[in-house]
T-cell receptor, first 115, second 113 residues
Framework: EPEVTQTPSHQVTQMGQEVILRCVPI?????FYWYRQILGQKVEFLVS????????KSEIFDDQFSVERPDGSNFTLKIRSTKLEDSAMYFC?????????????FGDGTRLSIL | KNQVEQSPQSLIILEGKNCTLQ??????????LRWYKQDTGRGPVSLTI?????NTKSNGRYTATLDADTKQSSLHITASQLSDSASYIC????????????FGKGTKLSVKP
């Protein structure tokens, strides 16, 4: 069964550094998402992306965050100047149609640790 | 404020037994409610999706119910197996949302032999 793959599985970065988290969504999916889960807390929505632009974003997704689909297969989340509170598990997800009526397929996440 | 609350926080049951997990939500407008299974260290996996008009939906040994009037849902697991040990997360989608799902904190289920 097709899977969403995320790399790296664990990223350790110094505070203030830029980090790029990578995702390869399921190949025929058109809608892409990033979520984060701080240890012990709920999964939180960050951003959704369709047709090469952001379709929705949360309050968490401020100016330090950006997303990009640089080619036909990858979907990236960039954090420009990381802070300690950015430490979390980041999940990428994709769906064939809008999430309002379709299941999302999640990757296994990237654990980001900011030192 | 849009919220999803789940109970219990954690649950331990013996293999072969049934259990029911609860979810209450205050999300408005409402589009659909989902149950996900999340194994430790893995991403969530969709179990069921129910819209406003659906009262129950099954996926193998998992049966979800929805009462849109009382804004409550349950997930019933029948004849539990060791592999059912995981967190079960209730997620609500608001109307027109492109992905802004509201997640519950999950119920951590442990199935013991």
């Amino acid at each position: 069964e097709p899977e969403v793959t995320q790399t790296p599985s664990h990223q350790v970065t110094q505070m203030g550094q830029e980090v790029i988290l990578r995702c390869v969504p399921i190949s025929n999916h058109l809608y892409f998402y990033w979520y984060r889960q701080i240890l012990g807390q709920k999964v939180e929505f960050l951003v959704s992306f369709y047709n090469n632009e952001i379709s929705e974003k949360s309050e968490i997704f401020d100016d330090q965050f950006s997303v990009e689909r640089p080619d036909g297969s990858n979907f990236t989340l960039k954090i420009r100047s990381t802070k300690l509170e950015d430490s979390a598990m980041y999940f990428c997800a994709s769906s064939l149609k809008p999430v309002s009526n379709q299941p999302q397929h999640f990757g296994d996440g990237t654990r980001l640790s900011i030192l | 404020k849009n919220q999803v609350e789940q109970s219990p926080q954690s649950l331990i049951i013996l293999e072969g037994k049934n259990c029911t997990l609860q979810c209450n939500y205050t999300v408005s407008p409402f589009s659909n409610l989902r149950w996900y299974k999340q194994d430790t260290g893995r991403g969530p996996v969709s179990l069921t999706i129910m819209t406003f008009s659906e009262n129950t939906k099954s996926n193998g040994r998992y049966t979800a119910t929805l009462d849109a009037d009382t804004k409550q849902s349950s997930l019933h697991i029948t004849a539990s197996q060791l592999s059912d040990s995981a967190s079960y997360i209730c997620v609500v989608s608001g109307g027109g949302s492109q992905g802004n799902l509201i997640f519950g904190k999950g119920t951590k289920l442990s199935v013991k032999p």
